[in-house]
């Protein structure tokens, strides 16, 4: 109400002349005048209830001011909106408001979203005394031990076992009590019990502790949910998939045969890895896997091992049955992976008396054939010589009901796809699992079991060759994707020129250690490998174009320390092991990150350290984000060059300005 309004009112006691102007008043004036103002509003509204008193929707709190508050509001509101409303049918205010819009946001306002998570925030599955985590601070270490305090029983408050043995006193001396007035003695098993007791009582048990003990300490049955839980936490194991079983705490508690265990134990394996820990049971239950986990972490015994312990159970090969094929087939994209799996099953098949061939392009077919034929329960193979030994019928799968594809992203990605299934095809379809995943699966029953293992895979190869298999389980360890902590990353951007002088330094500091260095094209392999040969170094070379005889020899030598560089194409990148290679270097940055992942995997495996080196350059900007993102995560440092490229701020694909999904994963650095 302005000044002028309220003097039209006329308050009783100040005398105003109405033909003049408004005039300033005193604040005891004003306050005044607001109190006659207040009087003869509530004096209205005391009118007013006296009329409408009966009335229903009456509210006493809800008028005079108030109402002719909530009355300006309401209109000022309606005022607003019409103005909006004229203002938006015009376009070129239309135009103005979407480009506020954009650079200044919208004056929606969000709805606030509580996500389940938030709901849930303080709810936790177990209680405080349940924490086994160790602190760090050794002194709470081990809570339970107490010191005892000069035969003053013992520090830091009430001492369990003193009052257990005063009970037990306690009992004894009333029960003699008793024995006495009956004029009764105690038999020998009543006396004994007593004695027992008495010895129970000098003892600490686990409730006078009160702390849950750890995994490590208890026996398969004592295991809780909890305690299954933290194990996974610890080796960063993750499932997804219905009905999992319980993955396996060391060998002995796995169902492997003990033929089998004997074996793993003549290979030095002592403990299992956790991709072994996590699927080998999987297998053991024929179910179809998808396995994830980093270089050099001993996916190849998780799946040999379970295939295995499968064709121990089925009747051994006689001349019977081997013209009907093996048991089992594991495809590999490269031939030097085919053998490389041949010897690991090998090393625990030849305990088993199980046979196993490798079929590659490279060699003679006819040889290849003539070895099957002659009976073998395994068959690993490269999967287009494998389908052209199929189509020329110098082999058949009629029993082949175990399948493994390792690095099955590769192979789809190599375009290997119609050759897989085309092999796929050959196998007998009666033994398929059901498609429906509810249904019982028949225990007597062999069913084909298909097994999917890499270091990445790539989503959308996933789904693709998820068309292979049935309701599979999926354990990734870790990140899928990520490279080993065990390998120390360091990326350099450099001028082409430069990349030689950089890569002889490296070398030269090396010392008698071995290295790969990747290339990208088998030319430049070969013209690098010379330059190298040149300076003295000790180098061999492994790519596409030269023969299988000259593969074997090369990689031999390296393996053996004959060479110890290695210079090589993407053909070594995937999967081979070469113990204790000390550093690789990447002369080119591949084009895709998983390649990257699998080339510096081929340093820091089974639990060794490495070092990986890149040599960037500017025309890898089709990774830069990736690379960065990786680099961040692995905690590596980021070249300045990198960090502040435009490429490597935006992720291939995606649009510029727009807000990240809930999904994004942003990194900052
Ligand atoms: N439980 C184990 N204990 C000790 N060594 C193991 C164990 N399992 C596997 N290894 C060894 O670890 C090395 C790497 O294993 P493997 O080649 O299977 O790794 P990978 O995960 O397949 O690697 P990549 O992704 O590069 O193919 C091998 O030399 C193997 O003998």
């Known amino acids: 109400m302005t000044i002028s309004e309220r003097s039209m009112n006329r308050p009783v006691g100040i005398k105003l002349d109405p033909s003049k102007k408004p005039v300033y008043l005193t604040k005891a004036q004003r306050e005044q005048l607001a109190l006659q103002e207040e009087i003869a509003d509530q004096k209205r509204c005391h009118e007013h209830h006296q009329v409408k008193d009966n009335h229903p929707y009456s509210d006493n709190h809800y008028c005079g001011k108030n109402r002719k ?68 601070n050794p002194l709470y ?16 408050g009430i001492d369990r076992r003193e009052q257990k043995k005063l009970a037990i006193k306690n009992e004894r001396e009333m029960q003699e009590e008793i024995w006495k007035k009956g004029g009764v003695e105690a038999t020998a098993v009543e006396a004994a019990a007593l004695k027992k007791k008495e010895q129970n009582a000098d003892l600490y048990d686990t409730f006078d502790m009160r702390v849950d003990r750890h995994w490590t300490d208890k026996k398969l049955e004592e295991m809780t949910e909890r305690d299954w839980r933290i194990f996974r936490e610890d080796y960063n194991i993750s499932y997804k998939g219905s009905r999992i079983p319980r993955p396996m705490r060391n060998w002995a508690e796995s169902k492997l045969t003990t033929e089998l265990l004997k074996a793993v134990e003549r290979a030095g394996y002592k403990k299992p890895s956790p991709i072994q820990m996590a699927s080998i049971p999987l297998g053991l239950q024929q179910r179809d896997v998808i396995g994830v986990a980093e270089t050099g972490s001993g996916k190849t015994a998780a799946f040999v091992l379970p295939m295995l312990n499968y064709i121990t159970r089925l009747p051994p090969l006689s001349e019977e049955n081997e013209a009907e094929g093996p048991y089992a087939v594991v495809m590999a994209p490269t031939r030097e992976l085919a053998q490389q799996i041949e010897d690991e099953t090998v090393k625990f098949a030849h305990y088993l008396g199980i046979k196993v061939v490798s079929i590659v392009g490279g060699q003679s077919i ?52 119609p050759q897989v299934v085309g092999v796929l095809d050959a196998m007998p379809s009666s033994n398929m699992k059901p498609k429906n995943e509810d249904e019982e699966l028949d225990e007597k029953k062999i069913y084909r079991t298909t097994y999917m293992f890499s270091a990445t895979m790539p989503p959308a190869v996933e789904r693709l060759a998820r068309n292979y298999l049935r309701n599979p389980a999926v354990v990734t360890i870790g990140t899928a994707g990520n490279a080993t902590d065990l390998i120390t990353q360091h990326v350099f951007m450099v001028k082409e020129s430069e990349k030689m002088f950089k890569l002889q330094r490296f070398l030269h500091e090396l010392g008698d250690k071995t290295a790969i260095v990747f290339i990208n094209s088998r030319k430049r392999v070969d013209t690098v490998a010379k330059n190298l040969d040149k300076s003295g170094y000790r180098v061999t070379t492994l790519h596409g174009g030269k023969s299988q005889e000259q593969r074997e020899i090369s990689l031999e030598g390296f393996r053996t320390k004959k060479y110890n560089v ?12 070469i113990p204790d290679v000390a550093h690789v270097i990447n002369y080119d940055m591949p084009n895709k990150l998983e390649a990257y992942t699998h080339r510096i995997g081929r340093t820091g495996r089974a639990g060794k350290t490495g070092v990986a080196t890149t040599f960037l350059t500017l025309q890898d900007t089709e990774v830069f984000y990736n690379l960065k993102q990786m680099l961040i995560q692995s905690n590596s440092h980021v070249p300045p060059e990198l960090a502040r490229h435009e490429a490597s701020k935006l992720k291939p694909g995606s649009i510029p300005g727009r807000p990240p999904r809930r999904n994004d994963i942003v990194f900052t650095h």
């Open 366 to 417: 006819e040889d290849q054939g003539f070895r099957i034929r002659q009976g073998c329960e395994v068959v690993i193979a490269t999967p287009g010589r494998l389908l052209d030994c199929l189509e020329r019928r110098y082999c058949v799968l009629n029993q082949c009901n175990y399948v493994v594809l390792d690095e099955a992203d590769r192979m789809i990605d190599m375009g290997f796809g």
């Open 141 to 156: 270490q081990n809570p339970h031990e107490a010191r005892p305090h000069f035969g003053r029983g013992f520090f830091g």
């Open 566 to 577: 290695l210079v090589a194409s993407d053909v070594a990148g995937r999967g081979i092991d």
């Open 69 to 136: 508050r909530d009355r300006d509001r309401k209109s000022d509101r309606d005022r607003e909106k019409e103005t909006n409303r004229v203002r938006l049918e015009n376009p070129a205010e239309k135009e103005l408001e979407a480009i506020h819009e954009q650079y200044l946001g919208s004056k929606k306002p969000k709805k606030r979203v509580i996500t389940s998570s938030a709901k849930l925030r303080l709810s936790f599955d177990w209680q405080n005394s349940e924490d086994t985590s160790r602190d760090v």
